[in-house]
């Protein structure tokens, strides 16, 4: 069932993909510099993120 769902929406996947693997090449430039400003404003985004789906303002 999973195969089917995955291949019927292979565009949208691929683009879902695409973007996490942007997000985790930011996040490993980010440790590889030591640079602990772009680590914090993940975190805070992270944070800021989980508290709105908590909240029901994200679905």
């Given at each position: 069932m999973w195969r089917d769902i995955c291949i019927a929406n292979k565009?949208?996947?691929l683009g879902e993909?695409?973007?996490y693997q942007r997000q985790?090449?930011?996040l490993?430039?980010?440790l590889l510099?030591?640079?602990a400003a772009?680590?914090?404003a993940v975190f805070a985004e992270?944070?800021?993120?989980?508290r709105a789906w908590a909240e029901g303002k994200l679905s």
């Open positions: 565009t949208a996947l993909l695409e973007q985790l090449e930011e490993r430039q980010a510099a030591g640079d772009a680590l914090e992270a944070r800021t993120m989980r």
